[in-house]
């Protein structure tokens, strides 16, 4: 390893006889949307990084103070447009915050198991991206990808049943939900969760068993216990690292608190301690599914009514800070009301935009093949990241 | 006027014209058989629009390559540039010259057979580096880099193991090691105890390398250098490449039936030998597809340490080791 701290120094103009500067990104396959990175190279070993983002900012903060509590949370799925479900729950929960609205209990539980779908759909979008950087889009990565995606469809499919569109959903409304389920959604539920349970146990055996994957994520990018703290990663990562803080857990929000699950945590903070606390979310997830399946009360699913206008949903003067616990950490939101339908400010906190900060503390050092593998386990969503 | 009255140059001529355009029809459907594999291992169905099954499918590609624009980048060496497609094709076409297809058929079965085509098919490696250098590319240098490392690392174990057959046979000679293991399954090399199943893993392996092929394509490396020294190219120069790294499949292919798979040896009259050949040929190719499907990659370093500190001690060792036991064998005269 080489010293970190001499070499996280950035130099645009450098241009000595050993070094090479090289661009990974915003147009790049392993980048995972717009992500630039600009590489020192000596060699193979990458010595320094600087991190570039912004290329796909949309003002969804500013868009936020032109759309009403009623239309927002349809918007709000395109921050992190791979868990959109998630983005919608903390905008929501914020604006519930302000106006002490109570949310039945029906609409509470069909929150948990649509956030908890949500997980396991991004997940697996996360591993096969992740196989597909490290065994590239013409290897055994692909087959991964492809075995990942496969599941997801059938997520993606019981959110379609649910509320008509498949990436953007707009599920969540302020009260409650806007839909309930329909028929038959419960088996077809139960159905799915089962098969990929199963599914992550084969996938299991076929990454864990080979010499290949291991020898390429353990001990790879290392983030020490008190790095992940000073740095303020959140999710997957943190608990990689050692720490045992899931908001789920910790800060019981909506019903979380009637279920039983475990947070698994990891000492080794290296991209395979980070797929491992992923792997057993899988399970712990279907585990939440299963729980709130079985106790879902019956009830209304809103306690407010049905919207007839953009405009009905009035929030009172106030200030309130909402977070979950998303597939990627901690996603928050702060809304400001000045008493009208619409938000005076409103502030967005993404998981992955924190997360992405510790890559210049972990990656110099590292060979270039390795950048991609630890850019993959830090799992970013760039419409979260530059929102 | 008989074949046999031609004169002798233009019979070569003929042959190999035969063979060149055997093995460029060959490589356009190899790319389907890969396709339509790896479509079945992902779940998948594979080419399927064009023609039946998708069976028109690399004509289609070729077409669609043939009809693109040709890019130079300005910045690019454009002699090196432009000639490193033809350099690192003409090598991957040179190995099928010494294989023989059937007894006496081929280009040139010459004495020294398997020497050429381990000489020819580590030119290669002058084709990758020029189009690497040549097209002024951080991505494309890197991949060069990658590459000259790798197959230097790779040529030595894949030389030893495929020497292990010509130590068994006693002959250099394509056609004497294929001969010596005529008759019977159990004269196939990878069915000599020990030996041939170790030196026919070994053989595997460094084939992979030398093909490039996952888990050893650092130099394509698609998710960090996006297409590696071919990353500039478009077009009939990118079909080209595309052409040379399939025909080398096909060829190591072919080399490890012969080596280790008793070549045309089967059941059933003598005129089915090509066959039994060919079918041979594309079990090890599925064989490495397997293998390239389901594997990540590793990293330029771990590679490297395989080859160095694992490979090439194992294959020398192994080389040594039949050499005492069929010299114990000769001595003996088991």
């Known amino acids: 390893m080489l010293d970190v701290n001499e070499t996280t120094r950035v130099e645009m103009d450098w241009s000595g006889p050993e070094r090479l500067q090289m661009n990974m990104g915003p147009q790049h396959p392993s980048a995972h949307g717009v992500f630039r990175a600009i590489l020192g190279l000596q060699g193979e070993t990458v010595v320094d990084v600087d991190a570039v983002i912004g290329y796909l900012h949309r003002c969804h903060e500013k868009l936020s103070e032109t759309l009403t509590y009623a239309q927002y949370p349809s918007i709000a799925s395109k921050t992190d447009y791979v868990a959109a479900m998630t983005s919608e729950f903390a905008y929501v929960m914020a604006a519930e915050e302000i106006g002490k609205f109570e949310v039945p209990r029906r609409a509470q539980y069909l929150r948990v198991i649509v956030a908890e779908l949500q997980r396991i759909a991004s997940h697996l979008l996360w591993l096969g991206t992740w196989c597909m950087d490290m065994g590239g889009a013409l290897g055994g990565g692909a087959t991964i990808f492809l075995y990942c995606i496969r599941e997801r469809e059938d997520i993606l499919d019981l959110f379609e049943a649910l509320v008509g569109a498949r990436l953007l959903y707009g599920f969540f409304q302020v009260g409650g939900t806007r839909y309930d389920i329909p028929d038959g959604w419960i088996e077809k539920c139960r159905a799915t969760i089962d098969r990929i349970d199963s599914r992550v146990g084969e996938y299991e055996q076929m990454l864990e068993d080979n010499a290949f994957f291991l020898a390429r994520t353990q001990g790879v990018g290392v983030v020490s216990r008190e790095l992940a703290q000073d740095v303020g990663i959140a999710g997957p990562l943190l608990r990689g690292s050692g720490v045992n803080f899931d908001l789920r857990k910790n800060v019981p929000y909506s019903s979380y608190a009637d279920f039983e699950f475990t947070v698994p945590v990891e000492t080794a903070g290296d991209c395979y301690a980070r797929y491992k606390v992923r792997m057993v979310e899988f399970r712990e997830a279907s585990g939440i599914i299963r729980q709130a399946l079985d106790k879902l009360p019956s009830g209304p699913i809103s306690s407010r009514p049905a919207l007839k206008s953009v405009a009905q949903i009035r929030i009172p003067k106030g200030e309130a800070y909402a977070r979950v616990e998303g597939p990627r950490g901690e996603v928050g939101s702060y809304i400001i009301s000045d008493g009208s339908a619409k938000p005076y400010r409103m502030k967005w906190r993404g998981a992955s935009f924190s997360n992405l900060s510790i890559l210049p503390h972990i990656i110099p050092g590292h060979k270039v093949a390795d950048v991609v593998a630890i850019m993959g386990s830090v799992d970013p969503v760039f419409g979260e990241v530059d929102r | ?334």
């Open chain 2, 1 to 334: 006027m008989t074949l046999a009255a031609l004169p002798p140059w233009l019979m070569a001529v003929i042959a190999s014209f035969i063979v060149l355009n055997v093995v460029i029809g060959m490589v356009t459907y190899v790319t389907l058989l890969e396709r339509k594999f790896a479509a079945r291992m992902q779940s998948r169905i594979g080419p399927y629009r064009v023609g039946p099954h998708g069976l028109l499918q690399p004509i289609a590609d070729a077409l669609k390559l043939m009809m693109k624009e040709d890019v130079v980048p300005t910045a690019a060496d454009r002699h090196v540039y432009n000639l490193a497609p033809i350099v690192f094709l003409i090598p991957c076409m040179l190995i099928f010259a010494t294989i023989p297809f059937a007894p006496g058929l081929g280009v040139a079965d010459v004495n020294i057979g398997i020497l050429f085509f381990l000489a020819v098919s580590a030119m290669e490696i002058v084709g990758l580096f020029m189009a690497g250098w040549g097209s002024n590319n951080k991505y494309a240098l890197l991949s060069a880099m990658r590459a000259v490392n790798q197959i230097i690392s790779y040529d030595l174990p894949f030389i030893f193991s495929a020497l292990v057959p010509v130590l068994l046979a006693g002959s250099l000679k394509m056609s004497d090691i294929a001969a010596v293991q005529q008759g019977s399954l159990l004269k196939w090399f990878i069915f000599y105890p020990v030996i041939g199943q170790l030196a026919f893993i070994m053989f595997i392996v460094s084939t992979l390398a030398a093909e490039n092929r996952v888990p050893f394509d650092i130099l394509e490396a698609e998710s960090e250098l996006v297409a590696g020294f071919r990353v500039e190219y478009s077009g009939m120069k990118f079909a080209l490449i595309q052409l040379g790294e399939y025909a080398h499949m096909i060829g190591s292919s072919f080399l490890g039936a012969l080596l280790f798979l008793g070549a045309w040896s089967g059941p059933g009259p003598e005129y089915l030998g090509p066959l039994w050949f060919l079918l041979k040929a594309m079990f090890v190719f599925l064989f490495v597809t397997w293998i390239r499907w389901s594997f990540v990659r590793i990293r330029v370093d771990q590679i490297l340490a395989l080859s160095w500190k694992a490979l090439l001690p194992a294959t020398l060792a192994l080389l040594i080791a039949t050499a005492v036991v069929v010299v114990w064998r000769t001595s003996a005269g088991i």
